[in-house]
């Protein structure tokens, strides 16, 4: 069985900080891309950012230059920095990962952390 289970929501002000962490954990042969999702209240889920295993990055336009993803491959573990954080941030925030067993590949979603930025 494989798990994501994300950690480091929770609630701040407005031009506040958070990091978020999501680590892996289960039969796991490899990890390719990680990612960080986000679902707002009444809103579909986005895409935030995602990194292949050799560090490629891509990001929402809305949160370039303020969010940085990273990501451990050793620990199987993937970070998403929040820096200048805005109302409009608040949501539930998914890990998605893909990860191979020696056999085949599969997405897998954590269950999400809630962020909260008042304004």
């Known amino acids: 069985q494989v798990q994501l289970v994300e950690s480091g929501g929770g609630f701040v002000q407005a031009g506040g900080s958070l990091r978020l962490s999501c680590e892996a954990s289960?039969?796991?042969?490899?990890?390719?891309?990680m990612a960080w999702h986000r679902q707002a209240p009444g809103k579909q889920r986005e895409l935030v950012a995602e990194?292949?295993?050799?560090?490629?990055?891509n990001y929402a336009d809305s949160v370039k230059g303020r969010f940085t993803i990273s990501r451990d491959n050793a620990k199987n573990t993937v970070y998403l920095e929040m820096n200048s954080l805005k109302a409009e941030a608040t949501a539930v925030y998914y890990c998605?990962?893909?990860?191979?067993?020696?056999?085949?590949?599969?997405?897998?979603w954590g269950k999400g952390t809630l962020v909260t930025v008042s304004s």
């Open positions: 998605n990962a893909e990860i191979w067993d020696l056999y085949a590949g599969m997405n897998y």
């Open positions: 289960g039969n796991i042969f490899s990890v390719t891309t």
């Open positions: 990194i292949t295993s050799s560090g490629r990055t």
